[in-house]
């Protein structure tokens, strides 16, 4: 750590320390800095940026113009936008207007967020565009002014609670309340963090940036991504959106150096790098493999000069990758795989496994330096707010004062206590290591009684093909059996899915007795939300009790007695005009496209062609179709549905 950046981290947390600790203080400290850079974005190409003084102008300026708006503060604000500088803007002037933001997880079903919104009163929504819940909408465009710089200079009038939601995969309502005082802690664990380990505070060409990859609605946004790094004054750095080319074209174009994301992005990397190589050839394949097993063997040997040798030995694909600027990478909010976590180790992207949850905030990441450690797949040892302990069931309890300060259960508020339950079962080694082995209601009881994890099977399970696959148990009570479910593509050839099966097969056959797999099923269907970030149990046993998502065993599709494909009839009027829509949309020829083609998945539309594509039914057929997060239509069978039952539809006679 240089003197730079060892000096701004202790005056910081000393000012943090000496403060009253509430939301107030952290803005004063973290806008103390008014010339470093606050944000990063690129904009036709272009670098665009904001500092933090300009930054904070627009905030008291917003706050001025919010207090306008609301007589009576001091209630829950609905803060409703994904990633941007205006969300920065917006979630500091609610908090400098006396309002307490509830940060709307805009991945959560419509219905939820309804829940959610009634239950904690809120009247207000500052967001960038209609929303779908009853309140008062304030366009976030709406809060731009001038004149009003000395606004909010009193901390005393700060709101000192902000609620965030859980990613809610059982659809309970479930908010977490934290105060000043809780994420000053979340905030003060970083001077231990960075003294633990010196690659943190790494810069590269003088500058040290992350990428608010995930969002701030997200616990391990909030608070790893956002807190962690502004508090600082380090730059956050902005994508136009979600797509690959706008994330890896930021990274390099922008040179971030830091990128935290949930495991499905490493998961989902790591399989087109592997198919990339594996279309080139078995010979590319064999030097990949070997390429990465002499990165590994000289970062063990030199840590600081292997990193670098790593990416240049590994230059053919870090240059479609990231570049070289990456050069501290966590993954945090579910489970990850051996093998994504040995990849980008290897490729000489330092690649840590953390951990955290909405109620207990982010308490523990893999800190050793040394490749070997990082390879251990351990979350770590537990922060300095945190302490950790493990019952008799070998479940994890966690706590500590960063913890939230109480919790809204379906309506229902308590305080969280002195020490929060996490379902999680772990181990820990003789070095106070803990890592992660499932979750405790995902366990399935074996035929010889033994709890089996899911997330054990799943590890050792390589299927290349597949869009996603699933460990859990299928059925009820004693007649529960360990299943395994393959998503797969409509047209994925029959000679692929042979390989697939016999693949499960296989590597099924190779683990112990009661960890094989009794069930082997193929999907077409979707295992999570379309807005989700990792597959869930509870969402596949949902979908698969509602009939949205359909099992077929195997030998079903083996033997041709399903088939991922059915034309849109020929005397079905409003399927073929779907379908000509649909072609309109895609660059596919209408004869392609089939009842069941998803327009994103499987025919390769964009989420602005899909827009369109509503725009274009509605016009057609005289309609308003406007559709909850959870009621979006993809497929031509989907829309057929939803239109012949609705009230607004006319058929020609």
Known sequence: MNKYVRDLVEGNCAALINSGQTLGDIFNIMFSRPDEIMAEWLENGERRFMTFGEGAKKIRNAAYVLSTKIAKPGGFVALDMENSVDWIICFWAILMSGNRPYLVNRRHPAKLTRGIVGTLGVIFSVAQGETDYPCIYIDAGSLKAEGHEDFGKDVSAFADEIAIATSATTLNEVVCIYNGKKIASQ???????????????????????????????????????????????????????????????????????????????????????????????????????????????????????????????????????????????????????????????????????????????????????????????????????????????????????????????????????????????????????????????????????????????????????????????????????LSLVVRIPRDMPSAAIKDTAEAAHEQSDKLPGTYRIRKFYFTFDPLCAETAIKVSRDYLKRGIADGSIRLIPFEDILEGKVSGREAVPADDSLGLLLRKLFAEFTEKAEEEITMDDHFLYDLGGTSIDYFSLVMRINEELNMRILFDKEGACHTIREFERFIVNSPMYRPEK
């Open 187 to 481: 905030i003060l664990n970083c001077k231990g963090i960075l003294m633990k380990n010196r690659l943190m505070p790494t810069f590269y060409h003088g500058a040290l940036k992350q990428l608010a990859f995930l969002p701030f609605y997200h616990i391990f946004g909030l608070m790893a991504v956002y807190f962690w790094f502004s508090f600082f004054a380090r730059t956050m750095v902005f994508m136009e959106d979600y797509s690959a080319g706008s994330i890896l074209g930021t990274v390099k174009k922008l040179e971030v150096t830091h990128i935290f994301a949930v495991p499905m992005l490493w998961h989902t990397i790591e399989k087109q790098v592997k198919a990339n190589v594996r279309a080139q050839g078995a010979k590319k394949e064999k030097k990949f493999r070997k390429g990465m097993e002499l990165s590994i063997k000289l970062q063990s040997m030199f840590p600081g000069v292997g990193r670098t040798l790593a990416k240049r030995l590994m230059k053919e694909v870090t240059s479609q990758l990231f570049g070289d600027s990456p050069v501290f990478l966590i993954s945090g909010g579910g489970y990850l795989r051996d093998s994504a976590l040995y990849m980008f180790n290897a490729l000489g992207y330092p690649l840590h496994n953390g951990y955290g949850m909405s109620e207990t905030g982010i308490t523990s990441v893999e800190l050793g330096e040394n490749v070997k450690d990082r390879l251990r797949n351990s979350i770590g040892k537990p922060f300095d707010s945190i302490k950790y302990s493990i019952d008799e069931e070998n479940v994890l309890h966690i706590s500590g004062d960063s913890l939230c300060c109480r919790m809204i259960r379906n309506g229902i508020e308590t305080v969280i206590g002195d020490t929060y339950n996490s379902g999680d079962i772990v181990t820990a080694d003789a070095d106070g290591s803990y890592y992660i082995k499932g979750r405790k209601g995902d366990l399935v009881i074996g035929e010889s009684g033994e709890n089996i994890n899911p997330d054990e099977i799943e590890k050792d399970l390589d299927l290349p093909l597949a869009r996603d696959i699933c460990v859990f148990g299928y059925g009820s009570g004693s007649d529960e059996e």
